[in-house]
């Protein structure tokens, strides 16, 4: 039997390329699945049930040093000023950020508008 010990859906290509080159470098057998066609299925990496201690405690550890030093990068972003603010996302993608918006203004008058009407009809 396997079990699923990484789940590759959003995850960057170099991070799931390290986590095989990672497991691959202790020996550890795995085999992928996709999304499939339609992009429903799990993409993951999974191992035999005896490796599942040692795999997950290889992947926790190499994300718990990855997220450091992606967070390390960020900082120094940051301090540089290269870090994007919410309107150079605006910039960037204006039709797109705008249609978010504008479902967000929709949600909120979803959610107040029937307490609106009940506070305004006594």
């Not at 010990?5 to 986590?19: G, T």
């Not at 497991?23 to 429903?40: K, M, P, Q, V």
Request: charged share 20%; glycine share 4%; hydrophobic share 45%.
């Amino acid at each position: 039997m396997s079990t699923l010990v990484f789940k590759l859906r959003n995850v960057p290509d170099d991070e799931a390329a390290e986590v095989r080159t990672l497991l691959n470098e202790h020996n550890l057998d795995f085999y992928e699945t996709t999304a499939g066609n339609w992009g429903i299925a799990m993409p993951g990496i999974w191992v035999e049930d005896d490796d599942v201690g040692q795999a997950r405690q290889l992947i926790n550890q190499y994300q718990q040093s990855r997220s450091e030093i992606q967070r390390a990068q960020y900082q120094e972003a940051a301090a540089r000023g290269e870090t994007p603010a919410w309107y150079a996302q605006f910039i960037n993608r204006p039709l797109a950020t705008l249609g978010i918006v504008l479902f967000c203004l929709f949600i909120v008058y979803a959610l107040l508008s029937p307490f609106v009407r009940l506070a305004t009809s006594n």
